[in-house]
């Protein structure tokens, strides 16, 4: 009989946690935007060329396993068995790049602007992200196990791979 009643209260607590999650993550905002700005000393065709190439991001990018064009402008990205549908928004050489997720049944959506400026002989990476996450539960998750600035910083730790050390440039 005692088993019976953990049993329960065990499912009880279980509810109430995930009930809380799901309203504590309704309360949290649904969008942000977050900008960064980073200067490699590669020149601006270089940066333009590693970033552009689709197919090629596998080579550098931590998590991603596959790259396929769909059709023209969407690509379909693997991480690892999860597969992401991309549609490049704009890709005006050597300067913007823009991405957003093609798939509407995502638990979020995104859209990702990459901003190229020369500096000197370096380049200056400008990272724009606007996303929404339209599930309480992953937002909650989301808001709770990292800040937003970690997915650019991520794709410039990773961007140094192929183009060299990267500086964060913070507005005056």
Do not use: K
């Not at 309203?23 to 065709?45: C, K, M, N, V, W």
């Not at 059709?71 to 005006?92: F, N």
């Not at 859209?111 to 724009?128: I, N, P």
């Amino acid at each position: 009989m005692r088993w019976i009643q953990f049993t329960l209260g065990a499912l009880a607590a279980c509810g109430m946690g995930l009930g809380y999650v799901w309203l504590r993550g309704g309360q949290l905002p649904e969008s942000h935007r977050t900008q960064l700005t980073f200067r490699f000393d590669a020149p601006i065709e270089r940066v333009w060329a590693v970033l552009s190439d689709f197919e090629g991001q596998p080579a550098w990018r931590s998590g991603l396993t596959g790259v396929n064009q769909a059709a023209p402008g969407l690509w379909v990205e693997d991480y690892q068995g999860t597969l992401m549908a991309m549609q490049t928004t704009a890709l005006e050489s050597p300067h913007l790049l823009e991405r957003r997720i093609a798939d509407p049944d995502q638990p979020f959506q995104g859209f990702w602007r990459y901003q190229l400026s020369a500096d000197g002989e370096g380049t200056l990476l400008t990272l724009s992200e606007e996303a929404s996450i339209h599930n309480p539960l992953y937002r909650f998750l989301a808001h709770g196990m990292s800040d937003f600035e970690q997915t650019l910083r991520g794709l410039v730790a990773d961007l140094e791979g192929p183009l060299g050390p990267a500086v964060e440039v913070t507005a005056p």
